[in-house]
């Protein structure tokens, strides 16, 4: 999830270089799954995914996670932030979360990742779940792939789910001297690669987020316009002075709880009516 790519436009200004690593450390270290929720490891395809929801409870709308790490560290390798962050979606939503731990690169490049996504996504509708009661969400890599993932829906007469949020999604592998080892021998440019190059015509609802101080900055703005333009609602949201995925930092970060707001009424706005006009919003 804090990738460095140093001497690449793609460098992340993230956690660690904000000498915040130890936080996420620390939240991480003293996490234990609340005793009203209930954390399921399932199969799906040969997949591993992990079911979080309340204890008890059957609810009929369902938050797809899918996790950064710059599509070469899998949900094995920071486990704990996103089982924290599916403990989040669940409580601000009254959702079950699903979180896919989707083949990475080196050893599997794309179209692996976007695959297993695409995979988990019909399987939750073959149990039952409405488009309209689904939403996609990711950070970094995983808010690109999110991002892809609807594309080759819309592209392939696929139901589309309620919403989508990204999170300092990683939209542009596309960096002419260096390949990112996710594209493999792939084009970069291929809009299911690097969704900055796709077409957002009747895309569902977005809500991007992004910190104002990191160098992925223009990976979502420029996809925020794109969609804008295409008649989508776009809420994007820059928040000033934060860093890659600074979300994670929950609830000892204040703007990661400003953030986690807004995630929790776009959820239900979403929710509650998924055909919202065109708009966009800017700053924090």
């Not at 979502?220 to 809420?235: D, F, I, S, W």
Request: glycine content about 10%.
């Amino acid at each position: 999830m804090w990738c460095m790519l140093s001497g690449h436009k793609g460098f992340v200004q993230g956690v660690a270089a904000n000498g915040n690593v130890r936080l996420l450390r620390e939240l991480n270290a003293s996490w234990v799954c609340p005793e009203h929720y209930t954390l399921e490891v399932r199969e799906v395809e040969g997949r591993v995914v992990e079911w979080v929801g309340e204890r008890g409870a059957e609810p009929e709308r369902v938050i797809l996670q899918l996790h950064g790490g710059a599509y070469v560290r899998s949900l094995a390798d920071n486990g704990i932030t996103y089982r924290r962050a599916a403990v989040q979606y669940a409580a601000i939503s009254g959702a079950a979360v699903a979180t896919v731990d989707y083949r990475v690169a080196p050893e599997h490049p794309y179209p692996a990742a976007l695959e297993d996504a695409v995979t988990t996504y019909l399987w939750l509708l073959s149990q039952a779940y409405q488009p309209e009661n689904i939403v996609i969400a990711g950070d970094s890599a995983g808010g690109g792939l999110t991002l892809a993932a609807a594309l080759y829906l819309r592209d392939n007469g696929l139901p589309l789910p309620a919403g989508l949020i990204t999170m300092s999604a990683w939209t542009d592998l596309d960096y002419g001297r260096w390949t990112p080892p996710y594209v493999g021998s792939n084009s970069p440019d291929n809009p299911y690669i690097s969704p900055v190059y796709g077409d957002y015509t009747g895309f569902p609802p977005l809500l991007m987020q992004v910190g104002g101080a990191e160098r992925m900055l223009a990976d979502t703005l420029q996809v925020a316009r794109k969609a804008l333009a295409a008649g989508v609602h776009v809420q994007q949201t820059t928040y000033p002075g934060m860093f890659h995925v600074f979300q994670m930092l929950f609830p000892k970060l204040p703007e990661a709880n400003a953030a986690w707001e807004e995630v929790a009424e776009f959820i239900r706005e979403v929710f509650q009516d998924p055909t919202r006009k065109a708009g966009i919003v800017r700053g924090h």
